[in-house]
């Protein structure tokens, strides 16, 4: 014990060596407590006990949301009058170069046929889209009550009840939000969800009715400018020298022999081209228009909109890793939700509000989901 005791007593005394230089080298208290403060303030900035990848991602990219919100938020007026001059262009062809043809080459059946489902489906375009365009989604209260709500807007600071969702463009929250859609713009919610998606169909289906019904006016159409190619590419007249001059084939003066003028005009290439750009542009617009028809159709029978859609499929990933089976709790089978998003109450509204001009409100007021009319007397699926 005795043999150890002077590496002991070394080890003290630098132990004590080293505490006092530490002494010695200390900042003042109140500096110290000044750091203290800054260093806790910096780390406020950005702690956070629910920070993960999604919130880091949308930390890094909000200057490209706020961006693109606010681009979209101007433009929307000039989405708007491109869809009104292009839907104009294409009526004002059908009415012009179409119809004649129609009245001169078909028969009374088929014309009578045309004529009214031609105008039936302008009709419905021109319906579901004012309607869209001008009815509000809808938003929740600003004001207190005792309406139940699942969370609080970070930016309204306000309860949002269930379906709904912040719009960065609109700068509120909407009603069921499904998506901010630049053509119209305006948020696509609850109270005009059906206006958007029957806005789309019936323009889906007057795209085709175009383009199927003018297939062969573009085939025809497309040839004829060819063949005024080739006649414009051809020389307007025929040098005559030598011994043409002679014999007295050209009056006194004249060395060419001219052709006679092109057997079409300014108006027949008018009318070509015309065929031509509508047959492209509703054949473009109903395939691309066509496949988002499709998609918000696959949503309205599953009971869920764009958004829900993203939250769904984690809910059952994550229910499938516990072992467990996610129902959406706003599904009421595919029939009945179609009768509830088109508000069929009966079978003679399938005529009155599905394929006909209709102004009525949907279900609900968008803050709850128990839709006790409906479920009473719901067709069994």
């Known amino acids: 014990m005795m043999r150890w005791w002077p590496n002991f007593h070394l080890l003290r005394c630098l132990r004590l060596r080293v505490c006092t230089r530490r002494g010695r080298s200390r900042l003042p208290l109140w500096l110290r407590e000044i750091c203290a403060y800054v260093r806790l303030l910096v780390r406020s900035l950005y702690f956070n006990?629910?920070?993960?990848?999604?919130?880091?991602?949308?930390?890094?990219?909000?200057?490209?949301?706020?961006?693109?919100?606010?681009?979209?938020?101007?433009?929307?007026?000039?989405?708007?009058?491109?869809?009104?001059?292009?839907?104009?262009?294409?009526?004002?062809?059908?009415?012009?170069?179409?119809?004649p043809l129609v009245l001169n080459t078909y028969s009374p059946v088929w014309i009578a046929w045309h004529l009214c489902y031609g105008h039936w489906n302008l009709v419905m375009i021109a319906f579901h889209y004012y309607k869209a365009t001008k009815t509000s989604p809808g938003s929740p209260p600003t004001v207190k009550n005792d309406i139940p709500f699942v969370s609080v807007c970070k930016r309204c600071i306000i309860p949002k009840p269930a379906r709904t969702h912040h719009c960065g463009i609109c700068n509120r929250c909407i009603l069921k939000m499904d998506h901010h859609c630049p053509w119209l713009n305006n948020c696509v919610g609850h109270f005009n969800h059906r206006y958007f998606f029957s806005f789309c169909l019936f323009m889906t289906m007057g795209c085709v009715y175009c383009s199927v019904s003018g297939r062969n006016l573009f085939l025809d159409a497309y040839n004829a400018l060819e063949r005024f190619k080739h006649m414009d590419m051809e020389k307007p007249g025929v040098p005559v020298t030598g011994m043409g001059l002679l014999i007295g084939i050209l009056p006194p003066g004249q060395t060419n022999y001219q052709t006679p003028p092109p057997p079409y005009t300014f108006k027949d290439k008018?009318?070509?081209?015309?065929?031509?750009?509508?047959?492209?542009?509703?054949?473009?617009?109903?395939?691309?228009?066509?496949?988002?028809?499709?998609?918000?159709?696959?949503?309205i029978s599953r009971g869920?909109?764009?958004?829900?859609?993203?939250i769904n499929n984690k809910e059952r990933k994550r229910m499938a890793k516990r072992g467990k089976l996610y129902k959406n709790p706003f599904s009421y089978?595919?029939?009945?939700?179609?009768?509830?998003?088109?508000?069929?109450?009966?079978?003679?509204?399938?005529?009155?509000?599905?394929?006909?001009p209709s102004g009525h409100a949907p279900y609900g007021d968008g803050l709850t989901w128990d839709i006790y009319p409906v479920k009473k007397d719901m067709m069994p699926v």
Do not use: Q
């Not at 989405?79 to 001059?85: A, G």
């Not at 869920?304 to 993203?310: D, F, G, L, P, Q």
């Not at 029939?335 to 399938?350: A, D, P, Q, T």
């Open 49 to 99: 006990a629910l920070t993960d990848s999604d919130v880091v991602f949308d930390s890094v990219f909000e200057p490209v949301f706020w961006t693109v919100d606010h681009v979209t938020r101007w433009f929307g007026m000039v989405f708007v009058c491109l869809v009104v001059i292009l839907t104009s262009s294409i009526v004002l062809i059908a009415y012009v170069v179409l119809l």
């Open 270 to 299: 008018m009318i070509h081209k015309s065929i031509i750009y509508m047959w492209v542009l509703t054949s473009t617009v109903g395939v691309a228009l066509g496949g988002l028809t499709i998609w918000h159709a696959v949503l």
């Open 304 to 310: 869920e909109t764009s958004i829900e859609r993203h």
């Open 333 to 356: 089978g595919r029939l009945n939700n179609w009768r509830i998003f088109f508000g069929v109450e009966k079978r003679s509204h399938w005529v009155t509000r599905v394929l006909l």
